[in-house]
């Protein structure tokens, strides 16, 4: 069994984010707040709850260097969180948006951060010391819908993004005065900012989830159809390779209750290895047969049961999440190439830590 470990933490979690050393855990409730857990005693304890976002909080996250916490709201805003003390103080970016910010990652070198919107823009923000505020870069014109996702290239320069109108896309986010001269690639800081790489045009739905791996010769991302897409050698020659599979569509490179693993063997070529977590099944059926319970998801009820018995029904039996994963996140430390252990996050309110016997893109 991978589950290393489960918490309830809330009835319904957005987004979540951990400390560098693992010891805390920000998470949004599915509202306006950010609410950090301290594991004291094998017990997760409430320690801060951070206000001044006005609508729900899309996306949070935790610097592992810098010990900072962005995060990024509906209500078009973003603060960088320092902890000063025993509070933490919010700085104010400047995002200039007029639609929702949808997700935000920080750079690896931490010195930036990328924010998706609705408003088909993504904001590559840094900090400005003179006036003690972060301010933020703009590709704009690009996208045709919203960003869903973004995830930077382990060299610092690249950002990867993910839309509502099915394509993927890598820019450049090279600034001159905040990047140095030796980070990167040669070919990387060549490239002006916001100028676009390449463009995947893989699926004919929705992209979500957008991941590169370690050594970021691998980029993957997933489609609202159920797909999920795996792009080598993204700067030069890309050679794509797609994957179908029954499941529901994956959100988090999951739409689904359960974590999905992928290989690749000696050739290159990826396939879907199984299930992290298989199904328990039970030893009876409590009502009636599999077309009943089908209408009763269809319809919200079913006329052989209750309104508690088919809440019942109507949850994904024997596994550990109950509901949508939307979040998750990789640990791992700097020195660590291979991921073996990651957490996930769901609408069920709990946070699931799950170990890996081997690498793999979970989803």
């Given amino acids: 069994m991978p589950v290393v470990e489960v918490h309830q933490l809330a ?5 979540h984010a951990w400390s560098p050393d693992r010891a805390m855990i ?12 301290k594991c004291t005693s094998e017990k997760w304890e409430r320690v801060h709850v951070l206000y001044k976002h006005d609508q729900i909080v899309s996306g949070i996250d935790w610097s592992s260097r810098s010990n ?3 995060t990024a709201s ?5 603060y960088v969180w320092n902890q000063e003390g025993s509070e933490w103080v919010p700085t104010l970016v400047i995002l200039r948006l007029n639609r929702a910010a949808l997700c935000v990652q920080w750079s690896p070198k931490e010195n930036k951060f990328a924010v998706g919107s609705g408003a088909k823009t993504v904001c590559i923000c840094y900090y400005e010391p003179e006036n003690n505020w972060w301010v933020s870069k703009l ?11 973004v995830a930077w290239h382990p060299d610092n320069i690249f950002v990867a993004t993910t839309s509502t109108d099915g394509k993927c896309r890598v820019f450049s986010t090279y600034i001159k005065g905040v990047d140095s001269k030796d980070l990167g690639t040669s070919s990387s800081r060549d490239v002006k900012f916001g100028e676009q790489i390449v463009q995947l045009d893989l699926s004919s739905s929705w992209a979500f989830g957008v991941r590169w791996s370690p050594s970021g010769n691998t980029l993957v991302y997933a489609g609202h159809n159920s797909m999920i897409y795996f792009v080598e050698d993204i700067c030069n020659s890309p050679l794509a390779q797609n994957i179908a599979y029954r499941n529901l569509p994956l959100r988090d490179v999951g739409f689904d209750c359960n974590p999905i ?9 990826w396939s879907f290895a ?7 099944t039970q030893s009876h059926t409590k009502y009636g047969s599999q077309l009943s319970e089908a209408f009763g998801k269809l319809y919200g009820q079913s006329r052989h049961t209750t309104n508690n018995d088919t809440a019942d029904s109507l949850r994904p039996r024997g596994l550990t999440h109950e509901n949508t994963i939307n979040c998750i996140v990789p640990l791992k430390k700097s020195s660590e190439t291979i991921i073996q252990r990651f957490s996930t996050s769901g609408l069920d309110g709990k946070v699931v830590i799950w170990e890996l016997d081997d690498f793999a893109i979970a989803a």
């Fill in 26 to 37: 920000a998470i949004c409730p599915n509202n306006a707040e950010v609410h950090i857990y």
């Fill in 261 to 269: 693993m992928f290989t690749k063997d000696e050739t290159g070529l």
């Fill in 139 to 149: 590709i704009r014109k690009r996208h045709d819908s919203s960003v869903t996702s």
């Fill in 68 to 70: 900072k916490i962005v």
């Fill in 74 to 78: 509906h209500d078009r805003n973003s």
């Fill in 274 to 280: 199984r299930l992290l977590e298989e199904r328990r």
């Fill in 11 to 15: 009835q319904c979690i957005t987004c």
